[in-house]
């Protein structure tokens, strides 16, 4: 197959410089900073600025995230086989959707116009996260795409999470500083704040295909399509779901994504609660509740470290330690709450600076162990399906966020809640019990169970190593019945595949 667009093919294993590497991370400035500003503020915007009830307002990003789950699945299909039309082969079938997305950025700034009804709310929220599934699902792909090294995807990969951190925490500072600024009842602080951050949503997603590249299409690919039966295409909608059921056939994945949900469900928890906790709890300001997320700018040197030790302790080092430390700060908080010390903010600060250490590394671990998931598929399958692992963790995350918000919007309200009461002194005390529970046993539980499956997790350099040395040894025309008893063992533990059994395209129907 001819690719038209050499600036988007290149060779897989040209070299990633750390240049190319933070322009490939730009557009986890809208991943990670566009999505905690989602869960930091918009709930709390919905009842305080659009005369939205919380349960309304947790249906709207309930509901919405849902919808965009489902179309997730499809993306991921989608961006692995465009490269069966005219327009994968021209602009790539991941590239494609960064092009046409950088634009469509802004329409992150209609969810942030106060006023609005529900269904008004709805519609521009669900555009919203279309828009950002369609770009970030091909993007995800990107590092297994430009490179097998793992010390390289990890520079692409740490790199991407540097970039998150940056965005978490100018997404935290920026809207506090312009709440300060026009004011803590003026809901046009708000617009603005989706004015300026929909500009460089835009900007980085367009560096990001300007600086990456993804493989051509090699032979392998089209003689194991051309080996598929093919249908029309709502035939085909039932052997696509069955292709991602067929991820979770693989061990190591099975528990990457009960880590992966389990922790950013309860950290997404966290940012959606604990505005709430600020203003109701303990009667501070939504500016104050900015404040103390924007301590997330310690992730930026985090994320450094975090990518050193990713290399030499692995990710299991790595989840244990970011669990442990968020769980002991969601304690101080709640102490901060019972005890109610002369100094809060003071408290809450240093709570938080040590806090925001462990959220930065609990986000840069699960993408970071994404890249080598496909390697697992790829030795049982013998096929890239790098769309449908990146598009199966976006819908099942996206799922359980969906029903996780829209259970703290249905106990607010049921708490007695009182929308747009910006005191402590107009909220009832049930309300307040309410708010501290979902902080404590709401977050703080999902995170404590991701810390007891992360402890069985066995995927790391050495052994992924391993794995890629025996794609590469298969590749060469090795057989199997060569192989050594250490790497058997190092497979199957991975894949939870009997070694005899892998290496077959059949593995993939």
Known sequence: MENKDRKVFGPHGRKVTIGRALLYGLPDMMGGGGFTIIGAFLLFFFTTFAGLTATEG????????IIDALTSLVMGSLTDNFWRTRLGRRFGRRHFFLLIGSPLMLEYILMWVPGKGFWYYLVVYLLFEIIAASVLIPWETLPTEMTDDYT???????????????????????PGQIIRVMGQDNPYSYLVNGIVF???FALCVFGAYKATWERPVTKEMEEAYNSVPKKGFFQTIGKEFKDYI?????????KHIAIYLLSFTGKDTYNTIFVYFIVSCLGLTATDSANILSLSVIGIPTTILAGYLMIKKGPKFLFTNAYIVMLLMIVGDYLVYKLQPNNP????????????????????TPWNVFPFIPDLDLIVTKQHREGIYAAFMTFVRKSTVAVATMVVGVILDASGYVKGAQNLLHEPKSAQEAIVGVLVFGAGGLILCALLVALTFKLNKKTHDVVSEEITRLQNGGSKADVDPKTREVVEELTGWDYDKVWDENNAK
């Not at 995807?153 to 920026?174: E, H, P, Q, V």
């Not at 903010?345 to 609990?362: D, H, K, P, S």
């Open 58 to 65: 947790a249906a709207i990003i309930g509901i919405a995230r």
């Open 152 to 174: 390289s995807r990890t520079k692409l990969s740490s790199t991407r999470m540097f970039i998150s951190s940056t965005g978490t925490f100018l997404a935290t500072f920026i």
């Open 198 to 200: 929909a500009i460089i």
């Open 246 to 254: 067929s991820t979770m056939r693989i061990k190591s994945f099975r």
């Open 345 to 364: 903010m003071v408290w809450l600060i240093a709570i938080g600076l040590i806090y925001q250490i462990g959220r930065q590394t609990l986000e840069f």
